[in-house]
Nanobody
Framework: QVQLVESGGGSVQAGGSLVLSCAAS????????MGWFRQAPGKEREGVGS???????KYADSVKGRFTISRDNAKNILYLQMNSLKPEDTAMYYC??????????????????WGQGTQVTVSS
């Protein structure tokens, strides 16, 4: 049974930091590309960061230089380090798995598995 379980969300003031984690099970994590997405109320889900099986990364312009996506294949965990948080980063954050190991994409339709999300709230 495939599971993606996010954790680490919470409330933080602008300028603060959070680290999100996504624990994966039920599939061969190391061979999948992974992504972090977010969805704010009334807005479409958007990609934040993507990492392929080789560790190459891709970021949305809105988070470049502030967020870092990484993975620990030995522990089957995906991370999102978020620094210099802004109120506009407030959203539900989701991790997702894509079985194309070398695909770096924010195309939601290409992702096979999704977590339930963790809420991030940034106050000004």
């Amino acid at each position: 049974q495939v599971q993606l379980v996010e954790s680490g969300g919470g409330s933080v003031q602008a300028g603060g930091s959070l680290v999100l984690s996504c624990a994966a099970s039920g599939f061969t994590f190391s061979t999948y590309s992974m992504g972090w997405f977010r969805q704010a109320p009334g807005k479409e889900r958007e990609g934040v960061g993507s990492i392929d099986s080789a560790g190459r990364t891709k970021y949305a312009d809105s988070v470049k230089g502030r967020f870092t996506i990484s993975r620990d294949n030995a522990k089957n965990i995906l991370y999102l380090q978020m620094n210099s948080l802004k109120p506009e980063d407030t959203a539900m954050y989701y991790c997702a798995a894509n079985w194309y190991r070398t695909l770096l994409t924010f195309n939601i339709g290409t992702y096979n598995y999704w977590g339930q999300g963790t809420q991030v709230t940034v106050s000004s």
